[in-house]
């Protein structure tokens, strides 16, 4: 079992939709979580954080994260096509040394 | 200019040499790691370094090796190029802390043949 996993989709949402992105993670460990952005070529930016149990809005993204089931979110609303990218999902341990990431999930945006 | 720069950006080179991989930051962090990415496999720690003095191997070490030249400066060596080691290798600083993000550089797409 991967520590942190995606579903590797394609996602495909139309334009003005919310994109639902999903994330689990094996070590309860893990203290804080990240959401990353890729563009295909290109490096990983950073979203958002989140650490504590509950929803965390930025924008257009909300990040959701639930400790006891192990199980990060991340919405994306009003999905524009320049949100078309793969979207990397880590988790963080406690003492911060050790951030491992999931495959990622690619999002298709229709115009 | 960018905060975290790489060297060089493509590599091709042949089974059996020696490459090394250069990343430079601005940032003024301590911490610094070497990924790779492979499709489908997501970004793998290779070795990082929370400072000038302290090295650690992560995930996948074996075949690699570093230098924390400076608190500004990792490179990242294969002393013997295999073909499964072609991969788009980042380099990575972060501020300290639970929460502290990673500032990713450019990238180097490299080959081996």
């Known amino acids: 079992q991967k520590e942190v996993e995606q579903n590797s989709g394609p996602l495909s949402v139309p334009e003005g939709a919310i994109a639902s992105l999903n994330c689990t993670y094996s070590d309860r460990g893990s203290q804080s979580f990240f959401w990353y952005r890729q563009y295909s070529g290109k490096s990983p930016e950073l979203i958002m954080f989140i650490y504590s149990n509950g929803d965390k809005e930025d924008g257009r993204f909300t990040a959701q994260l639930n400790k006891a089931s192990q199980y990060v979110s991340l919405l994306i609303r009003d999905s524009q096509p320049s949100d078309s990218a793969t979207y990397l999902c880590a988790a963080r341990n406690t003492g911060g040394f050790k951030t491992i990431f999931g495959a990622g999930t690619r999002l298709f945006v229709k115009a | 200019d960018a905060d975290v720069t790489q060297t060089p950006r493509n590599r091709i080179t042949k089974t059996g040499k020696r490459i090394m991989l250069e990343c430079s930051q601005t940032?003024?962090?301590?911490?610094m790691y070497w990924y790779r990415q492979d499709p489908g496999l997501g970004l793998q720690l290779i070795y990082y370094?929370?400072?000038?003095?302290?090295?650690n191997k992560g995930e996948i070490s074996d075949g690699y090796s570093v230098s924390r030249q400076a608190q500004a400066k990792f490179s990242l060596s294969l002393e013997s190029a295999i073909p499964n080691q072609t991969a788009l290798y980042f380099c990575?600083?972060?501020?300290?802390?639970?929460?502290?993000?990673?500032?990713f550089g450019p990238g180097t797409r490299l080959t081996v043949l």
């Open positions: 990575a600083t972060s501020e300290t802390g639970m929460v502290g993000t990673q500032y």
């Open positions: 940032k003024g962090h301590d911490r």
């Open positions: 370094s929370f400072d000038v003095k302290d090295i």
